[in-house]
C-alpha cells in the first residue's frame, strides 16, 4: 500500500473513532454541565453588574465557550478507555496511535465548532452583527481545532484516571482564561498583563471574535490566525508524538 | 496446517524497567497451527502476545506476522485479536461493537452486516444484538469480544485467556467455536492456564516461565517426555493422613485432591501394590483406585518447577 493510500486509509479511521467518540461521550451529562454550562456561569459571574457592552460580551463569551467545550472532553476519553479497557482493542486494530489521537481530536473539534453557535445566534438575537463572517467562521474552526488539540495535550501523562487529567486540565484552563483578554479587554491591560497574554491561544481567538463583532481588535487578524495556526501545530505535533510513547504505558 | 510459518519471533526481550518480563525468546507458528501458549502468571505470556499485536513494542528482537513486522498496519489487518482484560463499548449495542470494528478494519458495510449477523448467531448472541452491551452477563460479552475479534475473517487469530472465569456454556462455546476455525485454517494463538483445554485445542504448546521459554512441542510429546511422573489416584473409605502414604516405598509425592490422594512415582505397579497392603494393615476398604498417566498439567509442573529449582 502506498504512503498516499495508507494516510487516506488512516483518515477514514480516524473519522471511525471520532464518531465513536461523539456517540459516546459527547452525550453524557459532564460535558454539558463543564463544556457550555459552566463557561455561561463563569462568564455571568464576572460580567453581570459591569458596564459592557453586548458586543464585549458576546465576543468573550464564544471565545470562553468554544475554549470550555473542545477541551472538555480530548483530555479524558484516552484515560476513559484505558479505564474500561477498550483501549487496548483499539491499539491492536491496524490503527496508529496518531489515528486515534487525531479521530479523539477531531470528535473534540467538531462538538466545539457546532456548540460555538449557541452564543453566536443568542447574540444575533440580541443584535449583534459579524462584520465579517468568513473570517469569523475561519477563526472559530481553527481556535476549535486548536483546542481540541490542547485539550488532548492535557491527557499526554500516562494516568488511566479522569479525574487527574481534569485536575491537570484545570491548572491550565482557569489561568488561561483570566489572561487572555477575555474580562479585561487587551489594550486595558497592564504591559506585563499583555505579555503574558500572548502565550495563551485564547487571546487571539477573543481578539479575531472582538475584531469582528466589535469592529475593534487589538492586533493585526493577520497575526492572530498566524497565531493559533502555530499554537494548532505545536499542540497536534506534542499530542501525536508524546501519545505515541505515553498510549502504551496505560495497558 | 502446512509447513509455512505465519508467526516468526526471533530473540524478543522486553524489560519494564528492571523487571526482564521476556527473555530472548525464539520460536515460529507454523500456517494453520492451533499454538498454545502456557505459563504461570507473570511468565510472560501476555507481554509476548502484546509485542505480536502492536500494543507494546519490545526493547530488543524482531516477530513477523507472514512476513510484516509485528504491530505494522499490515500485519495488524492479517491479526485478529481477543486481549486478555479487553471489553467491548458497554454504552453501545452488541451490533454497533460489531460495526465499529469492521469500520476500524476498513470492511464494506454490506459484508460486515453478513459477517456480524453470521457471527452472533455462531455464538448465540443474535437475538441480544441490539440490547446494550452494559445488559450482557460475562460471558455473552466474551462471546462479543470474541466475534469482535473475528468480524475481519482473519488468519491469525490472537487469544489471550479467552475462557478465563467464564461459565462451563460460554467457555464451551468459545472452544468449540476456536475449534471451528482451526479447521478451517485460521492459525490460533493462545494463552491459557487451563491445561485441560490446551490439550484438547493445541498441536502444539510453548511453556513459558519467568519470560523464558523451557519447551515447545506437542501436548502428548511433553507429557511423554516426564514419563517419572506418573501417578495413581486412590481414595478411601475413611479420611487418612496423606503423611502415611508418604512414608511408603517407590512413592515420590502425594498430593491431596478433593477426598483423594494421588501418589507419584517411577513405577505405577509397585504403587499399587503398595496402596492395596498399606489398606490392608489399616483395614481401610478402597473405594477408587486408577493409574493415571502424566497430564500437560504434570508437563507443566515438572518443568516451571524444574526452572524454579535451577535458579
Known amino acids: 500500500m502506498s504512503n498516499i493510500a495508507l494516510l487516506g486509509q488512516q483518515i477514514r479511521r480516524a473519522m471511525v473513532i471520532a464518531r465513536k467518540d461523539i456517540r459516546i461521550y459527547y452525550s453524557k451529562g459532564p460535558v454539558i454541565i463543564f463544556g457550555v454550562l459552566f ?35 480530548s483530555p479524558i476519553v484516552v484515560p476513559w478507555e484505558a479505564q474500561a479497557k477498550t483501549l487496548e482493542r483499539l491499539m491492536s486494530s491496524p490503527l496508529r496511535i496518531e489515528t486515534i489521537i487525531a479521530g479523539d481530536i477531531l470528535a473534540s473539534f467538531a462538538f466545539g465548532t457546532a456548540i460555538v453557535f449557541v452564543p453566536v ?38 494516568t488511566n484516571l479522569p479525574s487527574t487529567v481534569n485536575m491537570i486540565a484545570a491548572v491550565v484552563k ?78 | 496446517m502446512n509447513n509455512t510459518a505465519i508467526i516468526e519471533i526471533h530473540n524478543l526481550t522486553k524489560y519494564y524497567g528492571t523487571l526482564l518480563a521476556v527473555n530472548n525468546i525464539s520460536f515460529e507458528v507454523k500456517e494453520g497451527e492451533f499454538f498454545g501458549f502456557l505459563g504461570p502468571n507473570g511468565a510472560g505470556k501476555t507481554t509476548t502476545i502484546r509485542i ?59 459484508k460486515a452486516k453478513n459477517r456480524s449477523e453470521q457471527l452472533l448467531e455462531s455464538l448465540g448472541l443474535l437475538e441480544r444484538k441490539n440490547s446494550l452491551v452494559n445488559t450482557y452477563s460475562k460471558g455473552m460479552k466474551q462471546r462479543l469480544i470474541l466475534s469482535m475479534a473475528l468480524i475481519s475473517d482473519p488468519l491469525v487469530i490472537f487469544l489471550d485467556e479467552p475462557t478465563s472465569g467464564l461459565d462451563v456454556q460460554s467457555a464451551r462455546m468459545i472452544n468449540t467455536m476456536l475449534r471451528n476455525l482451526n479447521d478451517q485454517g485460521k492459525t490460533i494463538f493462545l494463552t491459557t492456564h487451563d491445561m485441560d483445554e490446551a490439550n484438547q485445542l493445541c498441536d502444539r504448546v510453548s511453556i513459558i516461565n519467568k519470560g523464558k521459554i523451557l519447551a515447545i512441542d506437542a501436548p502428548q510429546k511433553l507429557r511423554m517426555a516426564i514419563s517419572s511422573r506418573h501417578s495413581v489416584e486412590v481414595s478411601f473409605s475413611d479420611l487418612i493422613s496423606s503423611e502415611g502414604l508418604k512414608q511408603l516405598p517407590f512413592v515420590n509425592e502425594v498430593r491431596k485432591t478433593g477426598d483423594k490422594y494421588r501418589l507419584y512415582g517411577d513405577s505405577p505397579g509397585e504403587l499399587v501394590t503398595q496402596i492395596v497392603n498399606y489398606s490392608s494393615t489399616l483395614g481401610l476398604h478402597i473405594i477408587s483406585l486408577n493409574i493415571l498417566s502424566p497430564s500437560l498439567e504434570d508437563a507443566f509442573v515438572a518443568l516451571t518447577e524444574k526452572e524454579e529449582h535451577h535458579v
Not at chain 1, 457592552?53 to 464564544?62: A, C, D, N, P, Q
Open chain 1, 121 to 158: 445566534i443568542i447574540g444575533i438575537i440580541m443584535g449583534i452583527t459579524i462584520s465579517n463572517p468568513v473570517i469569523f467562521i475561519l477563526a472559530m474552526i481553527l481556535g476549535s481545532l486548536c483546542f481540541a488539540s490542547l485539550g488532548n495535550v492535557f491527557s499526554i501523562p500516562p
Open chain 1, 39 to 73: 463557561p455561561v456561569f463563569l462568564f455571568l459571574s464576572f460580567t453581570i453588574g459591569r458596564q459592557m457592552s453586548v458586543e464585549f460580551m458576546i465576543s468573550g463569551l464564544l471565545s470562553m465557550i468554544l475554549f470550555f467545550t473542545a477541551t472538555s472532553i
Open chain 2, 52 to 110: 505480536l499485536t502492536g500494543i507494546i513494542k519490545a526493547d530488543s528482537g524482531s516477530a513477523f506476522i507472514k512476513g510484516f513486522s509485528a504491530g505494522s498496519i499490515n500485519a495488524k489487518q492479517l491479526s485478529g485479536v481477543l486481549p486478555e482484560m479487553a471489553n467491548a463499548y458497554t454504552d453501545l449495542s452488541g451490533w454497533d461493537n460489531l460495526i465499529l470494528m469492521a469500520d476500524l478494519y476498513g470492511i464494506p458495510a454490506n
Open chain 1, 174 to 251: 482557569f489561568p488561561v482564561v483570566f489572561i487572555s483578554g477575555i474580562f479585561i479587554p487587551l489594550n486595558e491591560l497592564p504591559l506585563w498583563g499583555q505579555v503574558i497574554s500572548y502565550i495563551s491561544p485564547l487571546t487571539y481567538l477573543t481578539d479575531i471574535a472582538r475584531n469582528c463583532i466589535q469592529k475593534q481588535g487589538y492586533l493585526p487578524i493577520a497575526l492572530d490566525f498566524a497565531a493559533i495556526i502555530a499554537f494548532t501545530v505545536i499542540f497536534l505535533v506534542v499530542a501525536m508524538n508524546l501519545h505515541s510513547r505515553t498510549m502504551p504505558k496505560r495497558i
